[in-house]
Protein backbone atom coordinates (compact mmCIF):
# COMPACT_ATOMS: atom_id res chain seq x y z
CA UNK A 1 0.00 0.00 0.00
CA UNK A 2 1.70 3.31 -0.74
CA UNK A 3 -0.31 6.26 0.37
CA UNK A 4 -0.33 9.74 -1.65
CA UNK A 5 -1.70 13.04 -1.01
CA UNK A 6 -3.94 13.21 -3.98
CA UNK A 7 -4.14 9.59 -4.96
CA UNK A 8 -2.88 6.12 -3.64
CA UNK A 9 -1.98 2.79 -4.81
CA UNK A 10 -1.86 -0.65 -3.60
CA UNK A 11 -0.82 -4.27 -5.06
CA UNK A 12 -2.73 -7.25 -3.96
CA UNK A 13 -1.48 -11.10 -3.54
CA UNK A 14 -1.59 -11.60 -7.64
CA UNK A 15 0.59 -9.14 -8.46
CA UNK A 16 -1.94 -6.33 -9.63
CA UNK A 17 -2.03 -3.09 -9.56
CA UNK A 18 -4.89 -0.90 -7.72
CA UNK A 19 -5.29 2.59 -8.01
CA UNK A 20 -7.96 5.53 -6.42
CA UNK A 21 -8.22 9.39 -5.63
CA UNK A 22 -7.68 12.29 -7.50
CA UNK A 23 -7.65 11.74 -11.62
CA UNK A 24 -6.35 14.84 -12.59
CA UNK A 25 -7.07 17.49 -15.00
CA UNK A 26 -5.55 19.83 -18.19
CA UNK A 27 -4.61 21.90 -15.44
CA UNK A 28 -2.48 20.46 -12.65
CA UNK A 29 -1.63 16.98 -15.27
CA UNK A 30 -3.06 13.50 -15.69
CA UNK A 31 -2.99 9.85 -16.22
CA UNK A 32 -1.27 9.04 -12.75
CA UNK A 33 -3.57 6.33 -11.86
CA UNK A 34 -3.00 4.71 -15.11
CA UNK A 35 -6.72 3.82 -16.42
CA UNK A 36 -6.26 6.33 -19.49
CA UNK A 37 -7.87 9.18 -18.45
CA UNK A 38 -8.30 11.96 -15.79
CA UNK A 39 -11.30 10.34 -14.35
CA UNK A 40 -11.21 9.94 -10.44
CA UNK A 41 -11.88 6.84 -8.68
CA UNK A 42 -13.43 6.14 -4.77
CA UNK A 43 -12.49 3.09 -4.59
CA UNK A 44 -9.37 0.80 -5.64
CA UNK A 45 -9.56 0.09 -9.24
CA UNK A 46 -7.63 -2.49 -10.91
CA UNK A 47 -5.05 -1.03 -13.40
CA UNK A 48 -6.82 -3.31 -16.54
CA UNK A 49 -3.93 -2.27 -18.99
CA UNK A 50 -0.85 -4.37 -16.64
CA UNK A 51 -3.54 -6.79 -16.30
CA UNK A 52 -3.86 -7.04 -19.30
CA UNK A 53 -0.23 -7.88 -20.74
CA UNK A 54 0.27 -10.25 -17.92
CA UNK A 55 2.58 -7.82 -16.04
CA UNK A 56 2.62 -8.03 -12.11
CA UNK A 57 3.62 -5.47 -9.71
CA UNK A 58 6.55 -5.56 -6.77
CA UNK A 59 6.24 -2.02 -5.55
CA UNK A 60 4.67 1.24 -6.83
CA UNK A 61 5.86 4.86 -5.23
CA UNK A 62 3.62 7.87 -5.82
CA UNK A 63 5.01 11.16 -6.40
CA UNK A 64 3.11 14.55 -6.30
CA UNK A 65 1.70 13.69 -9.51
CA UNK A 66 3.22 10.90 -11.02
CA UNK A 67 3.48 6.74 -10.15
CA UNK A 68 6.16 4.53 -10.78
CA UNK A 69 5.83 0.68 -10.71
CA UNK A 70 8.47 -1.80 -10.40
CA UNK A 71 7.10 -4.95 -11.93
CA UNK A 72 8.03 -8.45 -11.01
CA UNK A 73 10.83 -9.03 -13.81
CA UNK A 74 12.53 -5.61 -12.58
CA UNK A 75 11.07 -3.24 -15.52
CA UNK A 76 10.29 0.00 -14.62
CA UNK A 77 7.07 1.60 -15.62
CA UNK A 78 5.56 5.43 -14.96
CA UNK A 79 2.54 7.18 -15.33
CA UNK A 80 1.03 10.56 -14.96
CA UNK A 81 1.98 14.61 -15.69
CA UNK A 82 5.36 14.72 -17.48
CA UNK A 83 6.44 18.14 -16.04
CA UNK A 84 10.15 18.24 -14.70
CA UNK A 85 10.49 14.95 -16.99
CA UNK A 86 9.77 12.96 -13.73
CA UNK A 87 8.79 10.34 -16.03
CA UNK A 88 12.17 9.20 -17.13
CA UNK A 89 11.67 9.32 -21.24
CA UNK A 90 12.63 12.63 -22.53
CA UNK A 91 9.61 14.16 -22.80
CA UNK A 92 7.12 15.90 -21.02
CA UNK A 93 3.74 14.87 -21.78
CA UNK A 94 1.64 13.52 -19.93
CA UNK A 95 1.48 9.61 -19.93
CA UNK A 96 -2.42 8.26 -19.58
CA UNK A 97 -1.19 5.01 -18.69
CA UNK A 98 1.60 3.13 -17.36
CA UNK A 99 4.86 2.81 -19.93
CA UNK A 100 8.21 1.46 -19.81
CA UNK A 101 11.37 3.67 -18.91
CA UNK A 102 12.78 2.91 -22.04
CA UNK A 103 16.22 3.87 -21.38
CA UNK A 104 16.52 1.26 -18.35
CA UNK A 105 15.71 -1.11 -21.02
CA UNK A 106 18.24 -4.49 -20.66
CA UNK A 107 18.85 -3.33 -16.64
CA UNK A 108 17.14 -5.33 -14.02
CA UNK A 109 15.90 -2.61 -11.05
CA UNK A 110 16.14 -3.98 -7.21
CA UNK A 111 14.26 -0.91 -5.64
CA UNK A 112 12.64 1.92 -6.41
CA UNK A 113 11.97 5.18 -4.59
CA UNK A 114 10.59 8.52 -5.19
CA UNK A 115 10.31 12.14 -3.83
CA UNK A 116 7.97 15.21 -4.61
CA UNK A 117 8.47 15.26 -8.56
CA UNK A 118 11.69 13.05 -8.92
CA UNK A 119 12.99 9.09 -9.00
CA UNK A 120 15.58 6.53 -8.32
CA UNK A 121 16.45 3.28 -9.76
CA UNK A 122 18.41 0.66 -7.70
CA UNK A 123 19.76 -1.77 -10.30
CA UNK A 124 20.97 -5.86 -9.75
CA UNK A 125 25.07 -4.06 -9.96
CA UNK A 126 24.16 -1.60 -7.61
CA UNK A 127 24.20 1.82 -9.18
CA UNK A 128 21.25 4.27 -8.73
CA UNK A 129 19.69 5.75 -11.54
CA UNK A 130 17.58 9.54 -11.00
CA UNK A 131 14.84 11.22 -13.32
CA UNK A 132 12.78 14.04 -12.93
CA UNK A 133 13.22 17.33 -10.42
CA UNK A 134 16.46 18.57 -9.56
CA UNK A 135 16.50 22.16 -7.97
CA UNK A 136 17.34 20.76 -4.67
CA UNK A 137 20.26 18.51 -6.04
CA UNK A 138 17.99 15.76 -5.35
CA UNK A 139 19.29 13.63 -8.10
CA UNK A 140 23.17 13.97 -6.69
CA UNK A 141 24.40 14.84 -10.31
CA UNK A 142 26.39 18.58 -8.97
CA UNK A 143 25.60 21.72 -10.31
CA UNK A 144 28.46 24.23 -8.95
CA UNK A 145 27.34 26.37 -5.72
CA UNK A 146 23.46 25.86 -6.65
CA UNK A 147 21.04 25.02 -8.95
CA UNK A 148 18.76 26.20 -10.90
CA UNK A 149 15.13 26.02 -9.73
CA UNK A 150 13.88 24.48 -13.31
CA UNK A 151 16.92 21.93 -12.70
CA UNK A 152 15.68 18.34 -14.02
CA UNK A 153 16.61 15.09 -15.70
CA UNK A 154 13.98 13.77 -18.30
CA UNK A 155 16.49 10.73 -18.56
CA UNK A 156 17.80 8.25 -16.21
CA UNK A 157 20.85 9.05 -15.10
CA UNK A 158 22.99 6.88 -13.04
CA UNK A 159 24.64 8.77 -9.60
CA UNK A 160 28.36 8.82 -9.62
CA UNK A 161 30.78 10.98 -7.63
CA UNK A 162 31.90 9.55 -4.20
CA UNK A 163 29.30 6.60 -5.06
CA UNK A 164 31.42 5.55 -8.01
CA UNK A 165 32.60 2.00 -7.71
CA UNK A 166 30.93 1.61 -4.61
CA UNK A 167 27.67 -1.34 -4.72
CA UNK A 168 24.57 0.31 -2.86
CA UNK A 169 22.55 -1.52 -1.16
CA UNK A 170 19.57 0.24 -0.06
CA UNK A 171 18.41 3.65 -1.24
CA UNK A 172 15.70 6.32 0.29
CA UNK A 173 13.71 9.47 -1.22
CA UNK A 174 12.31 12.52 0.70
CA UNK A 175 10.77 15.48 0.01
CA UNK A 176 13.42 16.89 -2.04
CA UNK A 177 16.29 14.91 -0.93
CA UNK A 178 17.71 11.29 -0.96
CA UNK A 179 20.22 9.03 1.01
CA UNK A 180 21.83 5.80 0.51
CA UNK A 181 23.51 2.45 2.07
CA UNK A 182 26.51 0.78 0.66
CA UNK A 183 27.39 -3.09 1.00
CA UNK A 184 30.22 -1.66 3.47
CA UNK A 185 27.53 0.15 5.69
CA UNK A 186 28.58 3.75 4.59
CA UNK A 187 25.55 6.22 4.56
CA UNK A 188 25.23 8.84 1.70
CA UNK A 189 23.16 11.77 1.52
CA UNK A 190 22.74 14.33 -0.90
CA UNK A 191 19.76 17.07 -1.93
CA UNK A 192 18.02 19.61 0.08
CA UNK A 193 20.27 22.18 -0.89
CA UNK A 194 22.88 20.97 1.27
CA UNK A 195 24.91 18.30 -0.73
CA UNK A 196 24.59 18.26 -4.51
CA UNK A 197 26.37 15.01 -4.79
CA UNK A 198 26.57 12.39 -2.23
CA UNK A 199 27.85 13.20 0.52
CA UNK A 200 29.37 10.42 2.88
CA UNK A 201 28.40 10.67 6.29
CA UNK A 202 31.85 10.63 8.32
CA UNK A 203 30.71 10.28 11.42
CA UNK A 204 28.45 6.65 11.00
CA UNK A 205 31.75 4.85 10.18
CA UNK A 206 31.96 3.87 13.85
CA UNK A 207 29.32 1.49 12.84
CA UNK A 208 27.33 -0.15 10.04
CA UNK A 209 23.95 1.39 9.11
CA UNK A 210 21.63 -1.21 7.35
CA UNK A 211 18.38 1.08 6.75
CA UNK A 212 17.49 4.60 5.81
CA UNK A 213 14.65 6.54 5.29
CA UNK A 214 13.96 9.67 4.48
CA UNK A 215 11.16 12.39 4.87
CA UNK A 216 10.77 16.18 4.57
CA UNK A 217 14.15 17.40 5.07
CA UNK A 218 15.29 14.92 7.87
CA UNK A 219 16.76 11.45 7.11
CA UNK A 220 17.00 8.54 9.63
CA UNK A 221 19.32 5.79 9.62
CA UNK A 222 19.31 2.61 11.78
CA UNK A 223 22.50 0.77 12.20
CA UNK A 224 23.54 -2.64 12.99
CA UNK A 225 23.60 -2.32 16.91
CA UNK A 226 20.20 -0.99 16.78
CA UNK A 227 20.51 2.43 17.22
CA UNK A 228 18.45 5.55 15.22
CA UNK A 229 20.36 8.40 14.16
CA UNK A 230 18.58 11.39 12.84
CA UNK A 231 19.88 14.36 11.06
CA UNK A 232 18.13 17.26 9.10
CA UNK A 233 14.98 20.07 9.64
CA UNK A 234 13.94 19.15 13.03
CA UNK A 235 11.26 21.74 14.05
CA UNK A 236 8.30 19.66 13.93
CA UNK A 237 10.02 17.27 16.43
CA UNK A 238 10.73 14.81 13.56
CA UNK A 239 14.13 14.08 14.98
CA UNK A 240 13.44 13.25 18.00
CA UNK A 241 16.25 14.95 20.08
CA UNK A 242 13.50 16.82 22.16
CA UNK A 243 14.18 19.96 20.34
CA UNK A 244 13.32 21.40 16.99
CA UNK A 245 17.09 21.94 16.24
CA UNK A 246 18.74 21.30 12.79
CA UNK A 247 21.15 18.84 12.92
CA UNK A 248 23.59 19.01 10.28
CA UNK A 249 25.05 15.41 10.98
CA UNK A 250 23.40 11.89 11.96
CA UNK A 251 22.87 12.12 15.83
CA UNK A 252 21.68 9.35 18.17
CA UNK A 253 18.04 9.21 19.37
CA UNK A 254 18.55 8.48 22.73
CA UNK A 255 15.00 7.92 23.55
CA UNK A 256 15.47 4.84 22.00
CA UNK A 257 18.53 3.43 22.63
CA UNK A 258 18.24 -0.16 24.46
CA UNK A 259 14.90 -0.56 22.05
CA UNK A 260 14.95 -3.44 19.59
CA UNK A 261 14.06 -1.83 16.16
CA UNK A 262 12.06 -3.81 13.17
CA UNK A 263 10.87 -1.17 11.05
CA UNK A 264 11.29 2.68 10.09
CA UNK A 265 8.05 4.90 8.46
CA UNK A 266 8.80 8.30 7.55
CA UNK A 267 6.61 10.78 7.00
CA UNK A 268 6.68 14.44 5.41
CA UNK A 269 7.42 15.89 9.14
CA UNK A 270 6.82 12.87 11.13
CA UNK A 271 8.93 9.46 12.06
CA UNK A 272 7.54 6.27 13.52
CA UNK A 273 9.36 2.63 14.38
CA UNK A 274 7.81 -0.32 15.35
CA UNK A 275 9.84 -2.20 18.37
CA UNK A 276 9.79 -5.94 19.43
CA UNK A 277 10.75 -6.94 22.43
CA UNK A 278 14.42 -8.00 23.87
CA UNK A 279 14.56 -11.31 25.39
Same mark, same amino acid.
Given at each position: ?????????????????????????????? %??????????? &????????????? !??????? @?????????????????? %???????????????????????????????????????? &???????????? %???????? %?????????????? #????? @??? +???????????????? #??????????????????????????????? !????? !?????????????? @??????????????????????????????? +?????????????? !?????? #?
Amino acid at each position: LELGKPFSAAIDTDGNLHTFGYGGSPFDGM %GWLGHGNDVSH &LEPTRVESLFEDG !CEAKDVK @IGESHMTVLTTEGEVLTA %GSGAYGRLGNLETDDQLFLEPVELLGGMVVNQIVGGLAFT &LALTDDGVIHGW %GRNDKGQL %GTGGGLMVDMYAMS #SMPTP @IEA +QLEGRTVVKVAAGHSH #SAAITDKGELFVWGMNQFLEPQLMNSMLHTK !CVDVV !CGQNYTVVLTEDNE @IYSMGKGRTGVLGHANTQKKNSPELVEGLVG +QDVTSMSAGYTHFA !CLVGNR #S
